[in-house]
């Protein structure tokens, strides 16, 4: 009887155990549920603040417009070794590389890194005797299980970083890419091609018909002369037979018809007047020094009568300063202004664009044998062409007002021969 009473006992006391062990899977039900809706709370605060915050693979905060868009930019981040949609081997949600010798997620790789580092793993506990199942859901209600499964699955501590490791690693990576860089420019430097020897007799040719017209040549310093302050008061204008240009000797240009010849000098003549006085321009004293070993300041050279010219003339000196063009340089940026098609009433418009690509090539080859520190140093200096045309066009509009302003000057003939009929 006693013992048929203490079975009945014993079975009570199972029915009761698998009772609580019910009850304590309904609680972890109940749990995953509110996970769940905080989950779904946190994303409709994200949708209705229109953007929300990811830590991206071992980098800074950054900035999201919502979990499309998420997904979208961590796709970017996904290893090409990686099969599509490859699970977390600890918590199951989608991978995103190999973390400590294992493929997991960004959750987990942080989890566990965060964990080593901060020595965390010793305080934590489980509340159901560290047998909670870890998955998408479940990962961040037990810290101890997820810790457990993180070893279980095989991810390294000797791999987590301290601070100090961290930071020399990333150090390192930097300065490998820097590397890599240089490496890059120098193989890219190497392989720009250098003038030919037709080149280098065209570059020859080019660059002694400019000396030949610019006999100051780097002594242009110790030859000026300085304008005394209360000259450049009256219209004072730039003469084109001062600073002598012998574009006529220059190569190819003898074979174009004159009527031609005469167009094509007639336009570059301001923008080459502008282009020697820009490149003797001295920082020092502010100066540009002009034809006849004038040197002028840019009120004086404005209230001469050249306006708002004279301020793009001075701005294009400052700015061809840290150029420290040669003479070759200067010579063949003279050569491509001379060899524009696109001057009114040529005749020989293709043979002259044919003209100045071959200066334009021979120039660029030029540069690449000169190997500048300036970055990008031919586009940069291609644009100094364009301001130069820009100031051209500039002067001959500036001339009509002139005209206008003083109706009484008296203009040198050769200038008013030159300027006269020029289009603005």
């Known amino acids: 009887m006693e013992d048929g009473e203490r079975e009945r006992e014993r079975e009570r006391e199972r029915e009761r155990e698998r009772e609580r062990e019910r009850e304590r899977e309904r609680e972890r039900e109940r749990e ?3 996970e769940r809706e905080r989950e779904r709370e946190r994303e409709r605060e994200r949708e209705k603040e229109g953007e929300s915050t990811v830590m991206w693979p071992d980098g800074p905060k950054r900035k999201r417009k919502n979990s ?12 090409s070794y990686l099969e599509k949609d490859e699970p977390c081997v600890v918590c199951g949600d989608k991978a995103t590389g190999y973390h400590y010798r294992c493929i997991t997620c960004e959750g987990c790789k942080g989890f566990f890194r965060r964990t080593i580092q901060k020595n965390l793993h010793p305080a934590y506990s489980c509340k159901y005797e560290a047998c909670c199942v870890i998955d998408k859901i479940t990962r961040n209600q037990c810290q101890l299980c997820r810790f457990k499964k993180c070893i279980a699955v ?26 890599r860089k240089k490496e890059e420019l120098v193989k890219t430097l190497q392989s720009r091609p250098e003038p030919s020897d037709g080149e280098w007799d065209l570059i020859h040719m080019v660059t002694e018909a400019h000396r030949h017209t610019n006999a100051q040549g780097a002594s242009w310093k110790q030859k000026r002369k ?4 209360d000259i450049g008061q009256g219209p004072m204008v730039p003469t084109p037979d001062g600073d002598k240009v012998d574009l006529e000797k220059l190569p190819m240009f003898s074979e174009l018809p004159c009527e031609d010849q005469i167009i094509l000098l007639k336009g570059c003549c301001m923008e080459i007047m502008s282009l020697r006085a820009a490149v003797r321009y001295d920082p020092e004293s502010e100066t540009l020094t002009l034809s006849g070993e004038m040197a002028v300041k840019r009120e004086q050279l404005k209230n001469g009568g050249l306006g708002v010219v004279s301020d793009a003339i001075f701005d294009l000196g400052k700015s061809l300063a840290q150029f420290n063009l040669d003479d070759t340089e200067v010579a063949l940026m003279q050569a491509v202004l001379l060899m524009s098609s696109d001057r009114s009433g040529l005749t020989s418009v293709e043979k002259i664009e044919q003209c100045q690509e071959t200066y334009l090539l021979a120039f660029e080859h030029y540069i690449n044998s000169r190997k500048h520190s300036i970055p990008h140093f031919w586009p940069k200096l291609l644009m100094k062409v364009t301001d130069l045309r820009m100031i051209g066009a500039c002067h ?3 001339f009509l ?14 200038f008013l021969e030159v300027f006269e009929d020029q289009e603005v």
């Open 32 to 34: 995953r549920e509110r």
């Open 68 to 79: 499309q868009c998420s997904v979208k930019s961590m796709s970017g981040y996904i290893p």
């Open 154 to 179: 095989g991810m390294a501590m000797d791999l987590v970083l301290d601070d100090s490791k961290r930071v020399a690693k990333r150090r390192l990576i930097e300065a490998n890419r820097e590397k």
């Open 226 to 229: 300085f304008l005394p302050e």
């Open 396 to 398: 001959a509009s500036r």
């Open 401 to 414: 007002h002139m005209k206008v302003e003083c109706p009484n000057e008296l203009f040198p003939p050769l």
